[in-house]
C-alpha cells in the first residue's frame, strides 16, 4: 500500500512538475520515444528522436536547432542515407574545433562510405579531351582541351612551348620560381629588398 501510495504521489508531483520534467523522467527512464513529443528544444527533441531511431525526426529537429547542433546534425544526417550533407557537416564542426577527435572519427567514417567520384580520362589517365580532326588532317593537331590555359592566356602548353624548353629539372625549377617571385611582387605580396646592412 505504501508503494502505491508514493508512486501516484511521484506520479502527481510529477504531472504538477510539467511536460519538461516528464519527459526527463522519460528519458532516464530509457523511453525516449515518449519524451520527444513533451520536448520544446528542439535539439533535445532530436537527441530523443535519435536515441529513439527516429531519425529523420530528429534530423528535422536538428536542423530547427541550428549551429549549436551542427555536430548532431552530421550524425543524424548520416543515419538517414545524407551522407555527402553528413560529411560537410562535420567538416564544419572539425574548421570550428579541428581538434575535435570524435568528429574527425565519425567523418572520416562517413567518408569511407561514400564512393570516391571518378573522373572521365582517355587511357593514358589525362584529362579526357575531344579530338576534332579536319579532312586530310591529324587529330593530334586539332585537340581541344579542357582548362585555362597557363598564366591565364598569357602562355599556352602546346608543342613549341615545350620543345623550348631544356631538358634539364633545374633550369625548369629555376625559372619556375622566377615566374612565381615576379607574380608576388606584382601583387605586392614580396617585401621589398633591403640593403646591405654591413
Do not use: C
Request: glycine share 10%; proline share 6%.
Amino acid at each position: 500500500m505504501i508503494r502505491g501510495l508514493l508512486a501516484g504521489t511521484g506520479a502527481v508531483l510529477v504531472l504538477l512538475a510539467g511536460r519538461a520534467a516528464m519527459a526527463k523522467l522519460l528519458l532516464v527512464l530509457g523511453l525516449p520515444g515518449l519524451a520527444a513529443p513533451l520536448l520544446d528544444d528542439p535539439a533535445v527533441a532530436g537527441v530523443a528522436h535519435y536515441r529513439a531511431g527516429d531519425y529523420a525526426a530528429a534530423d528535422d529537429a536538428f536542423r530547427q536547432a541550428g549551429r549549436g547542433s551542427t555536430y548532431n546534425r552530421g550524425l543524424s544526417l548520416a543515419a538517414t542515407g545524407d551522407l555527402p550533407l553528413s560529411l560537410a557537416y562535420f567538416d564544419a564542426v572539425l574548421f570550428g574545433n579541428p581538434a575535435d577527435s570524435e568528429a574527425r572519427e565519425n567523418r572520416n567514417a562517413v567518408n569511407a562510405l561514400i564512393p570516391p567520384h571518378l573522373g572521365e580520362a582517355n587511357a593514358a589517365g589525362r584529362i579526357a579531351a575531344e579530338a576534332i580532326a579536319e579532312p586530310g588532317g591529324s587529330p593530334l593537331d586539332e585537340i581541344k582541351r579542357l582548362g585555362r590555359p597557363l598564366d591565364s592566356g598569357r602562355r599556352v602548353a602546346d608543342a613549341a612551348w615545350l620543345e623550348a624548353l631544356s631538358d634539364d629539372p633545374a633550369e625548369f625549377l629555376r625559372m619556375r620560381l622566377e615566374a612565381e617571385h615576379k607574380r608576388r611582387m606584382s601583387l605586392g605580396l614580396v617585401a621589398a629588398e633591403e640593403g646591405d646592412p654591413w
